[in-house]
């Protein structure tokens, strides 16, 4: 049976010669608490990138064309002690937006350095990989999560 389908979407700004990454810290729900990219549950009928155009607004106010969302992979986490967390995840990036993020009822959003990521605050998968699609690369990978429903014990390449 196919995972669920999600997406993330990142943006990134250039500031005093440094790139920033909007992240969001979860109100509520899965990831509650965690910093997190923008981006949820595909609807019936809508494509990822469709879902990121409208998980971005929804979540931050800030608008983003199709045409600027960069596709940078898919990543699989499983959850083989709540199997309803398994999802399939399509991973954007984009740089191009009108509009300032703001607060919604689904997270607060936040810039950081690229180099100074809240990994230690984030789901435990990312550090295998968000920094490198930040820094311009692809990511395609599978983790799985442990019984405590935070750890990776199998990041598989």
Not at 77 to 100: D, L, M
Request: hydrophobic share 40%; with cysteine; charged share 25%.
């Amino acid at each position: 049976m196919p995972l669920p389908q999600v997406c993330v979407c990142y943006l990134l700004r250039e500031r005093d010669g440094t790139t920033e990454v909007l992240l969001g810290r979860k109100k509520h729900g899965l990831g509650e608490g965690y910093y997190v990219g923008l981006g949820g549950k595909l609807e019936p009928g809508e494509s990822p990138v469709e879902a990121a155009v409208r998980e971005v607004a929804e979540e931050s106010g800030v608008i983003v064309a199709a045409a600027d969302l960069e596709p940078r992979g898919l990543l699989s986490y499983r959850f083989p002690h709540r199997e309803a967390w398994s999802q399939e995840s399509n991973v954007f990036v984009c740089r191009r937006w009108i509009g300032e993020p703001a607060p919604s009822d689904e997270l607060d959003p936040e810039w950081f350095e690229i180099g100074e990521l809240p990994l230690d605050e984030m789901w435990d998968d990312a550090r295998f990989w968000l920094p490198g699609v930040l820094a311009g690369g692809a990511v395609r990978r599978s983790f799985t999560f442990g019984a405590d429903l935070a750890s990776v014990v199998d990041p598989v390449v």
